[in-house]
Each structure stands twice: as C-alpha cells, then as structure tokens.
T-cell receptor, first 109, second 116 residues
C-alpha cells in the first residue's frame, strides 16, 4: 500500500533550527509537497520537490532523495509564528495526492 | 489512520456541462468537510466549508451558484461544478474533520478537472 510517515509532534526553541522528516512509499512519484497549516486556516504551500537535492527558499529548505523515499523540511531561525502543523504530501503515478498525517511543531521561547 | 476518498480522481468534460465530485470519509463520521482548489505550485485555496445537514459556507469570491455543495450525510459531501468553463480546470481537494479544532483533518487524494 501507499504510505507517508512523518513525526506526530516536535518541539523546538525560538531562534533554533528544526528538521521535519517525511518518508514515503508510493506507487510512482510525481513530486513531493510541503504545506504549513495554522489552526483554523487553509494549508499554505511551502515547497515542491520533484528532483533530488535541496531547494532553499528563505528560512525554509526542502530536501528530496527519491532513491531513499525521503524528504525533510528544514526551518531556520525559528520564530513563534512558525508554530503550526506541517504536512507532507506525495503525488503518485496517477497524480493523486497521498497525505502524511502532519507534524505539529511547537516553538518555545 | 482515517481515510478520505474522492471520486472521480480525474474527469474531462466539455464547456457548459456540469461535473459532480464526491468526497467520502471511509471509516469515520465527518460533520465538517472542506473543499479546496489548488493551482500548480500554489497554496490550497479554501472554497467552502460543508456541514452535514446545513448549507455550506462559501469563502469570499467563490460563486455558490456555480459550485454547489451538498453534505447529505456524515460520510459524504459532493461538489458540483455547474456550467463548467475552461478556467474551472483545476485540482479539487476535500478534507474531513473528526473534531472541531482542526487537529484531525484528513485530506482526500484530489480530483483533477479538465474542461475543454
């Protein structure tokens, strides 16, 4: 079956760096998405990786290794507003999104 | 974990016709379901909130007469795109809530609509 795994919850300190991992097993691969979702709001697109490697966008970076079925989202210089859920989703060979359960990130001062 | 399905996964229709998309929670009851639309590499845009047994709440700018939502049961919500136009071509995603604080929101696999 198809499966996306990511940690349920993580805690980090303001100003620090945190890495949220996502591993996947899907039938085919057409890209991996990371979204941020604050409570009561729609998910916000953060990144899309389809090729191996690291993509940096400001304080957020996303890495993909297709051979390992692995991605991570790296958040630097953490701010209190980064407290949110982070969703990993993979688009399979049928262009269907397979969603992870989300990682709740708690930032402490 | 909880599973949300959508049907169809992909649909092509002609301009002027209507298309119905189903969203089902397979192993839990969802009093609230959300309908989103996604353009390539963009955030999910919330279209409407669907509550079982009551009228949907539409976000500003979403035409309620064009995007008809019916939440007939605790496991099924439907989105009907009426008189579809090519600009309605998009990826439509639903999600279902198991409780009120969004901590247990489960997303469907999406439906790709192409209007020719």
């Amino acid at each position: 079956g198809q499966n996306i795994d990511q940690p349920t919850e993580m805690t980090a300190t303001e100003g620090a760096i945190v890495q949220i991992n996502c591993t996947y097993q899907t039938s085919g691969f057409n890209g991996l998405f990371w979204y941020q979702q604050h409570a009561g709001e729609a998910p916000t697109f953060l990144s899309y990786n389809v090729l191996d490697g690291l993509e940096e966008k400001g304080r957020f970076s996303s890495f993909l290794s297709r051979s390992k079925g692995y991605s991570y989202l790296l958040l630097k210089e953490l701010q209190m507003k980064d407290s949110a859920s982070y969703l990993c989703a993979v688009m399979d060979s049928n262009y269907q999104l397979i969603w992870g359960a989300g990682t709740k990130l708690i930032i402490k001062p | 974990g909880a599973v949300v399905s959508q049907h169809p996964s992909r649909v092509i229709c002609k301009s002027g016709t209507s298309v119905k998309i189903e969203c089902r929670s397979l192993d839990f009851q969802a009093t609230t379901m959300f309908w989103y639309r996604q353009f390539p590499k963009q955030s999910l845009m919330l279209m409407a909130t669907s509550n079982e047994g009551s009228k949907a709440t539409y976000e500003q700018g979403v035409e309620k007469d064009k995007f008809l939502i019916n939440h007939a049961s605790l496991t099924l919500s439907t989105l009907t795109v009426t008189s579809a136009h090519p600009e309605d071509s998009s990826f439509y995603i639903c999600s279902a809530l198991t409780n009120r604080d969004l901590s247990e929101q489960y997303f469907g696999p999406g439906t790709r609509l192409t209007v020719t």
